[in-house]
């Protein structure tokens, strides 16, 4: 009976096919460690690193768009970051929840989150639960295809009745470049909701390096990778460049185990965003972002908090583990 039960419970988590089901089952499959085992990864350095550039990303261009937000019913001093909670975030391709710290401590009023990965959607509920009183903000969850479906189909229409301050994509937006049609069907989400003004972050990896680093392979190479001991990427032929559907395998250690992913032309990319009035305001590579805030009064120390550097500036990522942290690039949008 109780094993009837439990069968009944289970959640319906939705199968998906081809390279968007070898996606799901990924992330879907990865358990979710505490905090502990966490930092027995072995690119503890590299986590914490991307994690610190996020940090940035999300204080530097979200905040101030937070606390411009016009759903504050409060309009006096302190109001936003550190003051009265204020805006509304969407975080597409969420995960696990791993942004909701920096949620908390942008003082959010209302968070959106949504992934194809529903264990994952799960998980990150769970963590949104286990804030305390003070940290909790509104929040609503759901697992969608993203780069399918409208975000009308997971949440109530009363959840999107007021307008979004940000949109945040975390090292998850190159997989809608599988085919125009899914670049698109993602860059309407993120800005039919979003309001003028608003903000649209993101990470994703770097197709300039990438492909240049395909070129630079020796013509005789039988296998069309790159990388160290921390990753490696693989590609499936040399010459051909298409826009979209330019599909490549990633393996970073204790984190990503050659999955599809697709490359994001950069120029293709803000020309497609422009069409739904996003307009870039920011676009760096990690290590640029790294020489640019390193020193910063409020962002220097924060490497030190989040261990990416000692207090003596010693770095936490041994040099394979730097070069994996340059695959990838920074960027902000403005909605007009
Ligand atoms: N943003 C989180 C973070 O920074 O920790 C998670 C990043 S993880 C590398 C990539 C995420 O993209 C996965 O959780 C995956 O399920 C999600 N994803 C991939 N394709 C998606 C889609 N079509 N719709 C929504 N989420 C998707």
Known sequence: RSEELEVVQQPPYKKHA?????????????PEVGVKQRLDSPIIGLKNFNNWVKSVLITRFGHPALAASPSSQYSGPGRGRGGFPSGKVLDMGCGKGGDISKWVKARIKELLAVDIAAISVDQARQRWETLRGHQR??????????????????????RLVQPIDVVSMQFCMHYAFETAQKARCMLDNVSRWLRPGGVFLGTIPNSDQLLERLDALPPDSEELS????VYKIRFEDRHSRPLFGHRYYFYLEDAVENVPEYIVQWDNFVEMAAEFGLFPVYKEEFHEVFAEHQEHEEFGPLMVRMKVVDANGESAMDEDQWEAANIYIAFAFEKR
């Open 18 to 30: 081809g390279d968007v089901g070898m996606v799901v089952e990924h992330y879907n499959a990865r």
């Open 137 to 158: 903000f509104d929040a609503s969850f759901a697992a969608l295809d993203c780069y399918v479906e409208p975000l009308s189909k997971a949440f109530p229409p009363e």
């Open 226 to 229: 790159f990388g160290n001991s």
